[in-house]
C-alpha cells in the first residue's frame, strides 16, 4: 500500500494500529464440534436454519460447476470468525450480511471474518461464490460421476466436498438447489420443484426445496439425461423416479414396487415423514446404496444384474427407505450414534425378508451372533465404534453397525417383549422427527417405555467387547475371536 503525504497522522496511526492488529491476529485453523470419529466436522457457535445453493453445470462432469452457497444461520455464541466446512473447490468471493468479508483456508475449513464479531442470537447471512469440482478421488463421496453426468453421494464426511456448510448431522436445515443444466439435461434435488424450468437460451434452470430440515449427508443433486417418473403412494404421497432414460422401461418392475413399500414401512412405524420420495438409479459403480433425504441413490448394476435374487433387491429398496425414518428424519447427534440408523435400517430389511420372502429373522440374527464377537473385536462395539482407518472413511461402515446392530434390537425385543418393541419404535421417531438424537435418548425412552431399568441390558450390548447371552437363545454362541 502507497501513503501519500496528505493523510493525517491520526489516519496514519489509524493505518498502523490496524497493521498491528492484522499481524497480531491467530492464523486461521480448523474448528469442530468435537465428534469423537470426526473431531474437525462441524463448527461451534452457529445454527444453520437454511442452504440456497446454485449450481451451474456445463455438459461435463470432469469439469468444475460454478456455484453460489448463500447460508443463513443464528449465531450462538460470539462469533469473531466463522469457520465453514468446505475443500476440493475454489472459493472466489465471500460476503457476511451485504459486505465483503476476508476469508482463508485451514485443512478442509473455509474461515470467513465478519467486519464486526457477531453476538450470540445475531443472524448471519454468508454468500460465497466458489466452484465445486467433480474430480478427485470418487471413493472420498462428494460427487458421484456417472455415465451421462453427476450425483452426490455425501455421507458421511463429504458434503463439504461439494458445497460450504456446517457438515454436521446434529446441524440440519433447509435446503433450497437451483440447477442450471444444458437444455438435453435433466436436474433434480431433494424436496418438490418449486415451478416449471426456467428456460434461458439453451440453458433450464430447475429449483427445489426441501419442506423439512436435512441434513448435509443427505444432500442430493442429480444431472443426467435422464427420465422422471411419476405415481401416487399411499395417501396422495407424490413419487418420482430418477432413472437413465435408456432403462425406464427395464427399470419399471421395481419402480412399481415402491408404493407397497411405502405402505408397509407405514404399517410398521407410521406416517412416512416426508413430502415426496423416490429412487434415483445412477449409472456408476459406487458399492453402495444411499438414502439420500427423499430421493434414495442406487447403483443401475443393482437392478440389471440378474443374479440377485428378487427378495434380496426388495429388501434392499426397503433398507434405503427405513432409513428415512430412521437416519434421516431422526439423525444421529454424533457419528457413533450410527448404529441406530443402520441398525433399524438392518432390522426393517431382514423384517421384511422374512414377511415377504419366507427368510427366517431368527436365522439371519442367530448368524449374526455367531459372528458378533468378531465384528466387535474389528470395529468396536455396536455404540462405541473404532474410527475409520485413515484415507478410507468409508471403512466406517462395517458389519458391526449393520447387522451387528440389528442384534441387538432383537435382543432388545426379546428382553422387553414385542408389543413393547413395536410401540418403542414408533414413539422414537414420532418424539424426534426432524432433529436429531443420540444412543443416551434412545437407551431413556426404551426403559420409559419398558418401565423399567435398562442401563443394564444396553451397557453390555451396545458397549460390551463380548457378546452378552441372547435373551430367550441362551444356547447361541458368538465364535471365538482367534
Known amino acids: ?107 478442509e475449513d473455509l ?22 469440482d467433480p474430480t478427485g478421488e470418487q471413493d472420498a463421496g462428494g460427487w458421484v460421476r456417472t455415465d451421462d453426468g453427476l450425483a452426490m453421494a455425501n455421507q458421511a464426511d463429504a458434503a463439504h466436498r461439494v458445497f460450504p456448510c456446517n457438515d454436521h448431522p446434529s446441524d ?6 437451483r440447477v442450471t443444466v444444458p437444455k438435453e439435461y435433466t436436474a433434480v434435488a431433494n424436496g ?34 435422464s427420465a422422471v417418473v411419476h405415481r401416487t403412494g399411499p395417501h396422495g404421497l407424490p413419487l418420482r423416479d430418477v432413472v437413465p432414460k435408456a432403462d425406464r422401461e427395464a427399470l419399471e418392475p421395481w419402480l412399481r ?72 428424519s431422526v439423525s444421529p447427534s454424533a457419528w457413533s450414534d450410527l448404529w441406530l440408523n443402520e441398525g ?11 414377511e415377504k420372502a419366507g427368510r427366517s429373522l431368527d436365522a439371519r440374527m442367530h448368524d449374526a451372533y455367531e459372528q458378533s464377537d468378531a465384528w466387535r473385536a474389528a470395529g468396536g462395539p455396536p455404540a462405541a465404534p473404532k474410527p475409520p482407518a485413515p484415507g478410507q472413511k468409508i471403512s466406517l461402515f462395517r458389519p458391526v453397525v449393520y447387522d451387528g446392530s440389528a442384534l441387538v434390537l432383537y435382543a432388545l425385543r426379546q428382553e422387553i417383549g414385542a408389543e413393547a418393541f413395536d410401540r418403542l419404535q414408533r414413539t422414537w421417531v414420532r418424539a424426534y422427527r426432524d432433529g436429531s438424537a443420540s444412543t443416551a435418548d434412545f437407551t431413556r425412552l426404551a426403559s420409559s417405555i419398558a418401565e423399567r431399568d435398562l442401563s443394564g441390558f444396553f451397557r453390555d450390548w451396545l458397549y460390551g467387547a463380548k457378546t452378552p447371552p441372547m435373551p430367550g437363545h441362551e444356547d447361541w454362541r458368538s465364535t471365538p475371536v482367534g
Do not use: C
Open 344 to 354: 433399524h435400517a438392518s432390522w426393517y430389511e431382514a423384517v421384511y425378508a422374512q
Open 172 to 177: 440440519k436445515a433447509y435446503f433450497t438447489f
Open 1 to 107: 500500500m502507497l501513503l501519500t503525504s496528505r493523510r493525517s497522522r491520526a489516519a496514519l496511526l489509524a493505518v498502523a494500529s490496524a497493521s498491528l492488529l492484522v499481524a497480531a491476529a491467530p492464523a486461521p485453523r480448523p474448528a469442530g464440534i468435537g465428534d469423537p470419529l470426526f473431531p474437525h466436522l462441524g463448527n461451534p457457535g452457529y445454527d444453520v436454519l437454511s442452504y440456497d445453493i446454485g449450481l451451474t453445470y456445463r455438459g461435463s462432469n470432469t469439469q468444475p460447476l460454478d456455484a453460489v452457497t448463500t447460508i443463513e444461520a443464528r449465531a450462538t455464541d460470539w462469533l469473531s470468525t466463522v469457520n465453514l466446512d468446505f475443500t476440493h473447490g475454489e472459493v472466489k468471493s465471500v460476503e457476511v450480511n451485504g459486505e465483503s468479508a476476508p476469508f482463508a483456508t485451514a485443512e
Open 257 to 328: 414396487k415402491t408404493p407397497g413399500h411405502v405402505e408397509w414401512m407405514e404399517g410398521k412405524v407410521g406416517r412416512y415423514p416426508y413430502e415426496t420420495y423416490g429412487i434415483l438409479v445412477a449409472g456408476a459403480h459406487t458399492g453402495f446404496e444411499l438414502e439420500t433425504q427423499t430421493l434414495s441413490l442406487f447403483e443401475r448394476h443393482l437392478f440389471m444384474n440378474r443374479s440377485f435374487p428378487e427378495w434380496y433387491i426388495d429388501s434392499i429398496m426397503v433398507h434405503e427407505l427405513a432409513h428415512h425414518w430412521f437416519g434421516n
Open 111 to 132: 474461515v470467513v471474518t465478519p467486519s464486526a464479531p457477531v453476538p450470540p442470537g445475531g443472524t448471519l447471512r454468508i454468500t460465497v461464490r466458489h466452484t465445486s
Open 192 to 225: 418438490l420443484p418449486t415451478g416449471q424450468p426456467r428456460a434461458v437460451a439453451d440453458r433450464l434452470t430447475s429449483t427445489y426445496r426441501t419442506s423439512h430440515p436435512m441434513a448435509t449427508e443427505l444432500a442430493q443433486v442429480s444431472i443426467g439425461r
